[in-house]
């Protein structure tokens, strides 16, 4: 019975032991189990932390190209242009704006309402004579009213000389509404051969930087092709902003010298008229 007894709980001893190594081995697996879920999952968030910045930055990029305004984008690009030769465009452009202004305020101030001034005319000298009509030129403003005024004064010398007067005096107040017109011609052709001249010396600057650096860099070159160009596009734009005003202003003296050639043609027949009802 001892020997029965021995063996029993060596058997008893043995299962113990294979059942603690069993549950052990069980308990390590869910162990490592857990620590690989666990890793699997600080990997995974990992992974989502790195790619939301990707793919929030081009958004924020985004907002920060949005937010710049067209002075902040212009300024910039006047900058990098470089101030020497972008400066000197920016003072063509201002000069031709200030001439171009002046010169629209003086035509349209000097448009005439020649059919009325006519009118006028007419009935001053069935009322008062020439003295009269002289009245209503003194009073009326623009080139029309002067060129009459100077034709009425040689009225007593006769229709010829009232007409080589209308026609000397028409020049003089030609080259009135002309006055200043050629500067704006000259800002016209400055401001790009300005900017061509600041797009070659930048090329032969970043042709320099190529020498020096002893290897043609794409960035490099790239950069000083692109400053040296910015120069180009602000002298074709002043170029093309001032040519605008230039064909309306010379679309306008175009109108008013027509005007003032009708004008003069009506004033001589007037004369006729009124010498022939004198007579």
């Known amino acids: ?24 081995t069980a308990t390590e697996a869910v162990a490592d189990s857990a620590a690989s879920d666990s890793a699997a999952t600080d990997s995974a968030a990992m992974t989502a932390a790195e790619e939301a910045p990707a793919e929030e930055a081009p958004a924020e990029e ?72 002289k009245e209503v030129c003194r009073n009326t403003r623009g080139p029309v009213a002067s060129i009459f005024y100077q034709g009425l004064e040689r009225s007593h010398e006769g229709i010829d000389m009232v007409e080589k007067t209308i026609v000397s005096y028409g020049s003089v107040q030609m080259g009135l509404l002309e ?27 970043a042709f320099d930087a190529i020498e020096a650096a002893g290897d043609i860099s794409p960035s490099l070159v790239a950069g000083g092709i692109k400053v040296a160009l910015l120069t180009t596009v602000f002298g074709l734009i002043v170029a093309i902003i001032l040519q605008i005003f230039y064909n309306y202003i010379i679309a306008k003296i175009d109108s008013i ?23």
């Open 1 to 24: 019975m001892a020997i029965i007894g021995l063996v029993a709980f060596g058997n008893f001893d043995l299962m113990a032991q294979e059942e603690g190594s069993a549950d052990t």
């Open 62 to 133: 985004e907002v920060m190209e949005e937010d710049k305004s067209f002075h902040q984008v212009l300024k910039e690009k006047f900058i990098e242009g470089g101030a020497e030769f972008m400066g000197i465009v920016l003072i063509t452009l201002i000069l031709g704006l200030a001439i171009s202004i002046e010169r629209i305020i003086y035509l349209n101030l000097a448009t005439p309402n020649a059919k009325k001034l006519l009118e006028d005319i007419e009935a001053a000298l069935q009322n008062g004579g020439i003295e009269a009509a």
């Open 179 to 205: 006055r200043n017109v050629s500067w704006i011609s000259l800002f016209i052709a400055l401001a790009p051969m300005l900017g061509f001249m600041g797009t070659v010396i930048g090329m032969i600057e």
């Open 257 to 279: 010298v027509n005007t003032m050639e009708d004008a003069s043609i009506s004033l001589v027949d007037l004369l006729v008229r009124n010498e022939a009802k004198n007579q």
